[in-house]
């Protein structure tokens, strides 16, 4: 059974600080994991990884992916009470549709 | 481009009320998912498309029927609603097979009495 696990559960920082998120995964036949932030409503997409060791970047977020010890981790840097949202991964596996598997998700809290 | 529609916002029923949730996207997507997300449990995938005609079921099934007869939509129907049931639904598309970015609807919030 396909397992991602995301930690922390939850993090409250002050504005200004930096974070690391993690998710760690097995699913079989991994194709690609994805991050979303989701606010109080839909998941927004934010990176697609496919291959290990290459940063992907966005302003003050980036991701990378470790395809041989199965995680991923996402930063934010100078964190922002915009920020605050749950940051989910989500691997996809399996069949050539690529069935995204998704964490339970990390709560980010940013106070000013 | 719209992107990917859900109607109705919130739905309140009463158990053993049927009724379907509408979703369609207009990016020309071959894979579409229903979802549905409860406190806790993170996203969790109901049933899935990879094409017109082609539906198969996900992690949580039961209770739900879908069809796909068109590339644009993909209707969750609700045989007999339960308070189980009583969740945020939301429908994704996704381009490119396993290499593609899914999209989300904006969700359904539906109650079950």
């Known amino acids: 059974e396909d397992k991602v696990v995301q930690s922390p559960l939850s993090l409250v920082v002050h504005e200004g600080d930096t974070v690391t998120l993690n998710c760690s995964y097995e699913?079989?036949?991994?194709?690609?994991l994805l991050w979303y932030k989701q606010e109080k409503k839909a998941p927004t997409f934010l990176f697609m990884l496919?291959?290990?060791?290459i940063e992907k970047k966005s302003g003050r977020l980036s991701s990378i992916l470790d395809k041989k010890e199965l995680f991923s981790i996402l930063n934010i840097t100078a964190t922002q009470t915009g920020d605050s949202a749950v940051y989910l991964c989500?691997?996809?596996?399996?069949?050539?549709?690529?069935?995204?598997?998704f964490g339970q998700g990390t709560i980010l809290t940013v106070h000013p | 481009n719209a992107g990917v529609t859900q109607t109705p916002k919130f739905q309140v029923l009463k158990t053993g009320q049927s009724m379907t949730l509408q979703c369609a996207q207009d990016m020309n997507h071959e894979y579409m998912s229903w979802y549905r997300q409860d406190p806790g449990m993170g996203l969790r995938l109901i049933h899935y498309?990879?094409?017109?005609?082609?539906?198969d079921q996900g992690e949580v099934p039961n209770g739900y029927n879908v069809s796909r007869s068109t590339t644009e939509d993909f209707p969750l129907r609700l045989l007999s609603a339960a308070p189980s049931q009583t969740s945020v639904y939301f429908c994704?598309?996704?381009?490119?097979?396993?290499?593609?970015?899914?999209?989300f609807g904006p969700g359904t919030r539906l109650t079950v009495l």
């Open positions: 994704a598309s996704r381009s490119g097979g396993s290499a593609g970015t899914q999209y």
């Open positions: 989500a691997p996809a596996g399996g069949t050539s549709y690529g069935k995204l598997t």
């Open positions: 498309s990879v094409g017109a005609g082609i539906t």
């Open positions: 699913v079989t036949n991994f194709r690609s």
């Open positions: 496919t291959s290990s060791g």
